[in-house]
């Protein structure tokens, strides 16, 4: 079959032709398209415990828009969706590119518990665990993560965010939840912690002025002189040896204490929200 447009899950592909295959107790669909290449089985019964499989070559996962005069969604319910196992060459989700990815969604009586979660891009590496169950007080998701890249502006650029920031090393985790399942608005109800932390490089939209000529005169970077390194003195925007903190998320705001820049040129610590 082909398909100008198919919705799935909660997900709308385009230009999606697929070939549908019995199994003993499963259908095997093969899929070809802008969106969507490689294999899925589907089990016949879902309640049986066995995972929808996903062995894809490319997989972009794109929120299906509201249709015209159609009735609100109703929230998808964790308990009633399948164990998932899911492997991609090339993932995308949302207009964000994680790479190769590799995921494992157990069914539990509760809902879905995540168990195994691991990204790897040419920019970046993201791997965690979670759940999606139904508690006394509703659903709700939590998620801890673990992010590194050796090349924060590559990163950013993959993860749609503006890439305002140069670093050799960046490492984060988080551990975070909120009410109800996974979806775009989900920052505007987060909570938890995060931890940041950066090594060598520039905020580009930084200006430093008179401080550039402080760090080229740093007693302190004499070491780095002798090596020939003049980028934080050259390059655009405020060098950094160091950036590390700690942010606390409640309902969508980040609140820090400790955020602390360090560089050749000036420290600066930051509390306060954002």
């Not at 990815?101 to 040419?122: C, F, I, M, N, Y």
Request: glycine letters at 10%; a negative charge; aromatic letters at 6%.
């Amino acid at each position: 079959v082909h398909l100008d447009r198919a919705r799935v899950l909660g997900f709308e592909f385009l230009d999606v032709t697929a070939r549908l295959e019995p199994l003993a107790d499963a259908w095997r669909v093969t899929a070809s398209g802008p969106m969507a290449e490689g294999a899925v089985t589907i089990p016949a019964d879902f309640a049986g415990g066995q995972p929808l499989l996903l062995d894809m070559r490319k997989l972009v996962l794109q929120a299906a828009p509201d249709v015209p005069g159609a009735p609100p969604r109703e929230d998808s319910d964790p308990r009633q969706l399948p164990a998932i196992e899911a492997r991609a060459g090339e993932f995308t989700w949302q207009g964000r590119r994680f790479g190769r990815l590799d995921a494992r969604l157990e069914r539990v009586p509760q809902g879905l518990r995540l168990t195994h979660l691991a990204t790897e891009s040419k920019h970046f590496t993201l791997n965690g665990r979670g759940s999606w169950l139904v508690e006394s007080g509703g659903p709700r998701t939590r998620l801890a993560l673990e992010f590194a890249s050796d090349d924060l502006a590559g990163a950013s650029r993959a993860l749609g965010y503006r890439d305002s920031v140069d670093a050799d090393r960046a490492r984060a985790s988080a551990d975070v939840n909120w009410g109800g399942g996974p979806a775009e608005d989900a920052l505007e109800r987060l909570d938890g912690t995060v931890h940041l932390e950066l090594e060598r490089g520039q905020l580009r939209e930084v200006e430093p002025g008179a401080g550039r000529m402080l760090g080229l005169l740093s007693v302190v970077d004499l070491p780095r002189r002798l090596a020939l390194d003049f980028r934080d003195v050259t390059d655009k925007g405020l060098a950094f040896d160091k950036v590390h903190g700690d942010f606390e998320m409640r309902a969508g705001s980040a609140y820090t204490k400790n955020l602390l820049l360090e560089g050749a040129a000036v420290d600066i610590g930051v509390i306060g929200r954002t």
